[in-house]
């Protein structure tokens, strides 16, 4: 490599030469500028001589054994294209397909099940998508780590398990540096079998070449920097293991996706002015960093004297690139200076000739939701720009004038000069503490409330409940969790399930005045305060009513209960957000366990809840020894029920006028009996004594259900046929005292209850069927689970789609549990292993307490379980409230409870 003086057009290559090199006079290895411009392919002469690569624009080729036969496996244009693009990057195999994204994904289909990735926490919205979906679909663990910390790394690789490594450096769009050289060797030091991949795009070939630094394999988005032109749409990989190169060959010719001949020979054309492009645009690039970060404002640049990745990326990359990003404090004035911009293009993407302008977190980055780009640490008001070739003093001249419209940047006087608004005002204000949650009238240091949920199961009664007749409900082992986080002056929202929603609202501009407060002591009436609920409605919520209705009913439910309880003098910010394990809208009771860490959050924050202090150590005057019960029936009864009251609340304004029933079970747990009053018999709910825990397979039918017309539909049968319904309505009630006579039997073998239940469920699904509350999709479950596993099924909830549940006996085989699964995936229902009969809500010890938890014992990575020692490269996730919200935002669906049951110590009913 060139010393560091050398510029950057002047450096020399040592990559091989278009022609063989000649025994007498030895030819120089050719620099990078004179390889781009010199497309030549020793083995391909064109018959005519012609000096520009032909397009074969065809798609089959005549004759048999030849070199090519069908232009998917391939095509001559594309075979001179590869080689270039191998001779550029110092690779040995290239192949190019139909966009970035699609190399990415041929990249990712060399993992197989049960294979682990490593991947960066900040990285392009599609490749993030993709992951997701692989780890969803394809069963592989995506491990999101902090990749500019090479150490951060080390706890994540196993010898076996790593299948892949995923880098970028730069990042788009903070710029930050990734050290590919350092992670490409304690990978391979620690999984030798562990392929290192690269996404180069920010880069291309003339400024960095990961495969030199120890990659197996890099890929690029030719759409930017190769084309540099924004006319076709490539993409490119490359590697040097002729067993990789083989695995992606078959890949790509058995999907279909390589490039067109005609984009073939656009790229080949592109390629040829790459240096010429680059060198103007990092040279403007460099100006323009200069001339905002002079401003006052705070810019990402690799090539700035200040950057934090700069030495790393100056010893693994030959100059900076055209990319850079910067900060203006103020969301509304960046797209003010965004829409102000004549020659910088509003546009996604980068790497063309002409300048763009970008606000990523609502254009390029938009896919990744607000609060995942808030927990890292991507700025909202963040500009990207990418800088063509135009002759600078244009484009500085037309960035300055959109500053100065939007008042992003004002003449100081005494400096003589244009400098960041900002700065003069903040030399003037005096900054505001952050407010602190307001607890008990003291100011609370805890600022997080981790809370959870379960969801329930009808087991008995289902719709015959309308009737009179008996329910039993239980909890079920999915839950939903809630974390309530500080935030100034702000409301903000984050419902991942429900079309993962987030919102904010300036807690000054709710409907104060419309809210009559529930002062400590007092309990919120019968009825729901019609006239908040209208305020807000036609206020804050009011174009969320016909777009989004579920979300716009959790934000009206989240609102209600915030307003109501809290102090005149005290309303603290906060953001909350709810994740579930629990399918929504499936009769799981999804929104009972939402309503109730909903209320548990609020009524935390509203100090209305306390925490049982820690028992004190054992007495030895009294004898008495302390007993760990894992958490288990540790929060107060009296905590409990107020929970319910205002669980009860949120549920009244999600669904009007609930049985109490869902929101019970998700506060209480283990199993209840309800009865509605009004039918002659004992009404209210009254729990199970000792409920056994059982074995439950749930099946997500994924068909949309309609609960007021199965409801309305058995009310009509009840009154064309009464007769036939009353007998219906008595035998459910029958089987109900049965199955709950059963449960509560202290002396009926584990066998016999579970011979007795399945017994009961097969009847129970009878009736229903004859109500006509079943459904296509749920009997099909139920012949899934009885052909040829004989296991007892019915529905769950309002039927007409939903949920069915099937009773697992114990002694069930494990390879035929696993393929009854596989079956009902491959009929495209979604099943879920779960328990019946656990633990009410629960709530996160305070953080005093989870500190002391790091000796606990856990799942680490890798899947062994033993003491937690962390690495002392990392950093424990207890040690900030931040890292907790962090973790929670990004822990992938599948990991949540484990992550969730691993955090500390929870406090249960």
């Known amino acids: 490599m060139a010393s560091k003086d050398t510029t950057i057009k002047d450096m020399v290559y040592d990559l091989?030469?278009?022609?063989?090199?000649?025994?007498?006079?030895?030819?120089?290895?050719?620099?990078?500028?004179?390889?781009?411009?010199?497309?030549?392919?020793?083995?391909?002469?064109?018959?005519?001589?012609?000096?520009?690569?032909?397009?074969?624009?065809?798609?089959?080729?005549?004759?048999?054994?030849?070199?090519?036969?069908?232009?998917?496996?391939?095509?001559?244009?594309?075979?001179?294209?590869?080689?270039?693009?191998?001779?550029?990057?110092?690779?040995?195999?290239?192949f190019v397909v139909s966009s970035g994204m699609a190399a990415l994904d041929i990249i990712l289909r060399i993992l197989k099940p049960g294979d682990e990735v490593i991947a960066g926490d900040d990285l392009y919205g599609g490749t993030n998508r993709l992951l997701a979906y692989i780890r969803t679909h394809v069963g592989v663990t995506v491990h999101h780590v902090d990749t500019t910390d090479p150490t951060s790394l080390r706890p994540y690789i196993h010898p076996t398990k790593t299948a892949m490594v995923l880098l970028e450096s730069p990042t788009n769009p903070l710029l930050k540096i990734v050290d590919l050289a350092t992670i490409s060797k304690d990978v391979k030091e620690r999984a030798p079998n562990a392929i290192v991949v690269v996404d180069n795009t920010m880069m291309s070939p003339y400024l960095q070449r990961p495969l030199e630094h120890g990659a197996d394999i890099v890929y690029d988005s030719a759409t930017k920097y190769m084309s540099g032109h924004h006319d076709l749409m490539a993409g490119v990989v490359v590697c040097n293991r002729d067993d990789l190169a083989k695995q992606l060959a078959f890949t790509i010719n058995a999907v279909g996706n390589a490039l067109t001949p005609i984009d073939c020979f656009l790229l080949l054309r592109g390629i040829k002015t790459l240096t010429l492009r680059m060198d103007r645009q990092q040279a403007t690039a460099q100006r323009v960093a200069e001339y905002l970060q002079s401003l006052g404002f705070v810019v990402h640049y690799p090539g700035l004297l200040d950057h934090p990745g700069k030495i790393v990326h100056d010893r693994i990359s030959n100059g900076a690139g055209a990319v850079l990003s910067f900060e203006t404090g103020s969301k509304p004035l960046s797209e003010k200076i965004v829409g102000g911009t004549r020659l910088w293009g509003i546009s996604v993407s980068f790497g063309c000739v002409n300048s763009l302008i970008s606000m990523p977190c609502v254009m390029s980055h938009a896919s990744i939701d607000p609060a995942t780009r808030a927990a890292r640490g991507l700025p909202e008001d963040l500009i990207r720009l990418c800088v063509g070739i135009e002759d600078q003093h244009d484009l500085l001249d037309d960035l300055e004038h959109a500053l100065i419209d939007a008042g992003a940047i004002t003449f100081s006087v005494s400096e003589n000069r244009y400098i960041s608004a900002s700065q003069i005002e903040n030399g003037e204000a005096i900054t505001k503490a952050v407010e602190k949650l307001t607890l008990k009238g003291s100011v609370e240091e805890e600022k997080e409330w981790f809370v959870s949920?379960?969801?329930?199961?009808?087991?008995?009664?289902?719709?015959?409940?309308?009737?009179?007749?008996?329910?039993?409900?239980?909890?079920?082992?999915?839950?939903?969790?809630?974390?309530?986080?500080?935030?100034?002056?702000?409301?903000?929202?984050?419902?991942?399930?429900?079309?993962?929603?987030?919102?904010?609202?300036?807690?000054?501009?709710?409907?104060?005045?419309?809210?009559?407060?529930?002062?400590?002591?007092?309990?919120?009436?019968g009825v729901i305060d019609q006239t908040l609920v209208d305020a807000l409605n036609h206020g804050v919520l009011k174009t969320l009513e016909s777009e989004r209705k579920r979300a716009h009913a959790a934000s009206l439910?989240?609102?209600?209960?915030?307003?109501?309880?809290?102090?005149?003098?005290?309303?603290?910010?906060?953001?909350?957000?709810?994740?579930?394990?629990?399918?929504?809208?499936?009769?799981?009771?999804?929104?009972?366990?939402?309503?109730?860490?909903?209320?548990?959050?609020?009524?935390?924050?509203?100090?209305?809840?306390?925490?049982p202090s820690p028992p004190p150590p054992s007495d030895p005057a009294t004898g008495h020894v302390h007993i760990s019960h894992e958490g288990r029936r540790a929060i107060p009864p009296s905590v409990a029920e107020e929970v319910n009251k205002w669980a009860f609340v949120a549920e009244k304004i999600l669904h009007g006028n609930p049985s109490g029933v869902d929101n019970s079970v998700a506060v209480f747990g283990g199993a209840l009996a309800y009865t509605r009053p009004g039918f002659g018999r004992k009404s209210g709910m009254e729990p199970i004594q000792g409920f056994k825990s059982l074995k439950f397979l749930l099946s997500n039918s994924k068909v949309p259900r309609d609960t007021k017309k199965l409801v309305a539909g058995v009310g009509e049968l009840k009154a064309r046929e009464p007769e036939l319904v009353g007998q219906i309505l008595e035998s459910i009630q029958s089987i109900t005292d049965e199955a709950r006579r059963a449960l509560a039997d202290p002396e009926l073998s584990r066998d016999s209850l579970l011979s007795a239940l399945s017994a009961l469920i097969d009847e129970n699904h009878g009736h229903l069927v004859t109500l006509g509350v079943s459904h296509p999709s749920l009997e099909s479950i139920r012949e899934t689970t009885a052909d040829p596993y004989r296991l007892s099924t019915k529905l769950t909830g309002a039927g007409g789609g939903g949920c069915a549940v099937t009773l697992i006996p114990d002694d069930f085989n494990n390879q035929s549990l696993q393929d009854l699964i596989n079956n009902l995936i491959r009929k495209k229902f979604e099943p879920y292993l779960?328990?019946?009969?656990?633990?009410?809500?629960?709530?996160?010890?305070?953080?005093?307490?989870?500190?002391?938890?790091?000796?606990?014992?856990?799942?680490?990575?890798?899947?062994?379980?033993?003491?937690?020692?962390?690495?002392?490269?990392?950093?424990?996730?207890?040690?900030?409230?931040?890292?907790?919200?962090?973790?929670?935002e990004t822990t992938a669906s599948e990991d949540l409870a484990t992550w969730a049951n691993d955090v500390g110590r929870w406090l249960y009913v």
């Open 16 to 94: 091989p030469t278009p022609e063989p090199e000649s025994p007498v006079r030895p030819r120089k290895p050719y620099r990078f500028s004179t390889l781009c411009a010199t497309v030549e392919h020793p083995g391909m002469k064109d018959q005519h001589g012609s000096s520009s690569v032909p397009i074969y624009q065809t798609a089959t080729f005549k004759g048999v054994g030849g070199e090519y036969d069908y232009s998917r496996s391939g095509n001559p244009t594309r075979s001179h294209l590869e080689h270039h693009l191998a001779k550029i990057s110092s690779a040995s195999h290239a």
């Open 453 to 525: 949920a379960p969801g329930k199961v009808i087991l008995f009664g289902e719709h015959a409940v309308v009737h009179g007749v008996t329910a039993l409900a239980a909890s079920v082992d999915l839950r939903c969790y809630g974390l309530a986080t500080a935030r100034h002056d702000k409301l903000s929202v984050h419902f991942h399930d429900v079309d993962n929603f987030y919102h904010e609202w300036d807690i000054n501009s709710l409907p104060w005045s419309a809210v009559t407060p529930i002062l400590d002591g007092e309990e919120h009436p």
């Open 557 to 611: 439910a989240f609102l209600y209960m915030y307003m109501k309880l809290a102090k005149p003098d005290a309303r603290p910010g906060l953001n909350f957000t709810a994740r579930a394990t629990l399918p929504v809208g499936a009769g799981l009771g999804s929104s009972a366990s939402f309503s109730t860490c909903a209320a548990s959050a609020l009524l935390l924050l509203h100090g209305r809840i306390t925490l």
């Open 834 to 888: 779960t328990s019946v009969g656990g633990s009410g809500f629960g709530i996160l010890s305070p953080y005093h307490a989870r500190r002391h938890l790091r000796s606990a014992t856990r799942t680490v990575p890798g899947g062994e379980t033993g003491p937690v020692t962390p690495p002392p490269e990392s950093v424990h996730p207890l040690d900030g409230p931040t890292d907790l919200r962090t973790t929670f």
